[in-house]
């Protein structure tokens, strides 16, 4: 199906363990975005990529690493993950002067 | 550093109801974007605006671009009870990044 994808949509971690959360697009969009959105704070960027290879930090990195080895697939990892990480976490990509989100990632970090 | 404010956080109406919400900042934007989020979704763009004083019509909503493009606003006649949601506006500065603000959420009670 065309379109962006996130997976896994729900996950349940601990504190410390590295988690990576998926985000498939089948536009061929050069920009690609990670966006956590929290109760009192919106939606704020953690990371975007203008390319395949080119990545840039956002609002909120600390905490997160990215990567962009195809242009279709940007996954994002917590290297060790903390309670504050607690959010849900959506991957958008962009067509000039229009995003579209995917469906989102709810993780709990215990 | 929040740079787009909304209001009012939540709004609560009767169906046929008319109803503005709002979009401020102390930046200016290269344009200024609309998205509708439902729950457990990601938000859909409504609208871009772009010029200074520009106004668009989507059927019953109406989007006000500010003159200085630091503002905008979103006025919705007649509502209905499908135009819940949280809606949230956007800014964009430049490289295909956007600021959002924290969103309005409406709940239109038949």
């Known amino acids: 199906d065309a379109g962006i994808t996130q997976s896994p949509r729900y996950k349940i971690t601990e504190t410390g363990r590295q988690v990576t959360l998926m985000c498939h697009q089948t536009w061929s969009h050069s920009y690609m975005f990670w966006y956590r959105q929290d109760l009192g704070h919106g939606l704020r960027l953690i990371y975007y990529?203008?390319?395949?290879?080119?990545?840039d930090k956002g609002e909120v990195p600390d905490g997160y690493v990215v990567s962009r080895s195809k242009t279709e697939n940007f996954p994002l990892t917590l290297e060790s993950a903390t309670r504050s990480q607690t959010s849900v976490y959506f991957c958008?990509?962009?067509?000039?002067?229009?995003?579209?989100f995917g469906p989102g990632t709810r993780l709990t970090v215990l | 550093t929040q740079l787009l404010e909304q209001s009012p956080q939540f709004l609560s109406i009767q169906e046929g109801e008319n109803l503005t919400v709002y979009c401020n900042s102390s930046?200016?934007?290269?344009?200024l974007q609309w998205y509708r989020q439902e729950p457990g979704e990601g938000p859909v763009l409504l609208v871009t605006?772009?010029?200074?004083?520009e106004v668009k019509k989507l059927k019953r909503l109406t989007f006000q671009f500010g003159d200085a493009r630091k503002d905008s606003s979103l006025h919705i006649t007649a509502a209905q009870p499908g135009d819940t949601g949280l809606y949230l506006c956007?800014?964009?500065?430049?490289?295909?990044?956007?600021?959002f603000g924290k969103g309005t959420m409406l709940l239109v009670s038949p």
């Open positions: 605006v772009v010029t200074g004083g």
């Open positions: 990529s203008a390319a395949a290879d080119i990545t």
């Open positions: 958008a990509s962009s067509s000039v002067d229009t995003q579209y």
């Open positions: 930046s200016v934007f290269s344009s």
């Open positions: 956007a800014g964009e500065k430049g490289y295909s990044t956007l600021t």
